[in-house]
């Protein structure tokens, strides 16, 4: 723990945040260090560690100090940890919480997992040395203990150069996305030209999607942790794997549909029902194909943004209008959609004026509006 100097926390003009995971206890060596439960960041320059009620309490050391690393598994009551070894403590190093320490190495343990994806991109940085490539300016002191802070000289060249390297990260992903849209459109033909003669068995056909897609392994809390980013990397999972059953659905499926469909793919890692809604949300914000809608009757489902509302109720219109009349079950059959979903596109064409209700003894049936 000698090694940690104090820091405000916040990048360099040339450091970027790589992944950030709540829930982290610090170990000097074997013993607890005095800190409590806080905020792990790694960067491509540093690990950082913050307190999560007093914010002023962060410290840092740079990932040039680090030897090696190495996990270590869980148990009964016991959170799965990373040990981290470290080169001598260097001469001109700035304080920091602990001026001495009888320990060559550190231990990160993490309460709310995300271990294995943390792991993972510490081996990246640690194996890329991202640091000696782009080196921040020496830090200037500018006092000590918890206020101690860092200031770095920013020139135009180093501005100039953070741009381009985040336009070159641009378009790669850009890139990726028309790949990955492409597939999905593939994927989509394909089952179109079948025509409903599809008979291998659906978890088959979906876990092929998967695969096809590079999501072989799904999103867990034990390799992404909890919290927002969890649920964050969950959403971006269901982008990539729904859009080829929504587009052979229709366009939309209910988010009970969505819930077995995922689960059954994910064999043994099942979602809960919270986690599934909580991703769901964020498909909006983080500008995926797919959106959330709430139906008046409070009857959720997932759909294409490409989803024309405009189609559905004038499919609604056509269909009533061939045959007389028509129930929910008996336009679910038309369109081999669920009767859930059916009557809400029934109710939608009725709520514009295009349709009218008959509410009997029978059930409820839906006629063309003549008014």
């Known amino acids: 723990m000698d090694r940690f100097s104090w820091t405000n926390g916040l990048l360099e003009i040339d450091e970027t945040l790589v992944i950030t995971q709540r829930g982290v206890r610090l170990y000097d060596g074997d013993d607890k260090a005095k800190m409590e439960v806080g905020v792990v960041l790694l960067s491509t320059h540093r690990l950082i560690w913050r307190d999560t009620k007093n914010h002023e309490c962060c410290i840092a050391i740079p990932l040039s100090q680090i030897i090696f690393f190495e996990e270590q598994a869980g148990g009964i009551g016991k959170s799965a940890k ?23 190495y550190i231990k990160l343990s993490f309460k709310e997992h995300g271990q294995i994806e943390f792991h993972r991109r510490l081996t990246e940085e640690i194996t890329k040395k991202r640091w000696e490539n ?9 006092g000590t203990g918890l206020q101690a802070g860092r200031t770095r000289a920013v020139g135009i060249v180093g501005i100039e150069r953070k741009i381009e390297e985040k336009r070159k990260e641009t378009d790669k992903n850009i890139s990726e996305a028309k790949e990955m849209v492409e597939l999905s459109k593939s994927i989509a033909n394909k089952i179109k030209e079948k025509q409903g003669d599809i008979t291998e068995d659906e978890t ?13 392994n799904p999103v867990t809390r034990e390799t992404h942790g ?8 969950l959403s971006k999972q269901l982008g990539d794997m729904l859009q080829a059953p929504l587009e052979e659905r229709g366009g939309m499926m209910a988010l009970t549909e969505v819930y077995c469909l995922v689960n059954r793919a994910r064999g043994m890692e099942l979602l809960s029902p919270e986690d599934l809604l909580n991703a769901c949300k964020m498909f909006d914000s983080l500008k995926l194909p ?17 989803h024309s509302e405009e189609e559905m109720i004038a499919s609604a219109m056509d269909n ?22 059916s009557k809400e596109r029934l109710l939608l064409a009725e709520k514009m004026g295009h349709l009218c209700r008959d509410d009997s003894v029978e059930g409820l049936r839906f006629y063309p509006n003549l008014f």
């Open 134 to 142: 782009t080196p921040v300016s020496q830090p200037i002191p500018t």
């Open 320 to 341: 009533v209008a061939d045959k007389g009349s028509l129930t929910a079950e008996e336009f679910a059959k038309l369109l081999g959609l669920s009767v859930l979903l």
């Open 290 to 306: 797919l959106k959330l809608r709430v139906f008046d009757s409070g009857v959720m489902v997932v759909q294409l943004q490409s």
């Open 82 to 104: 990373t040990v981290i070894h470290l080169h001598p403590s260097p001469p001109n190093k700035e304080p920091g919480p602990y001026s001495q320490s009888k320990y060559s």
């Open 226 to 233: 909890s919290g927002t980013h969890y649920h964050m990397q």
């Open 204 to 216: 088959i056909r979906f876990k092929s999607y998967l695969l096809s897609m590079g999501i072989a």
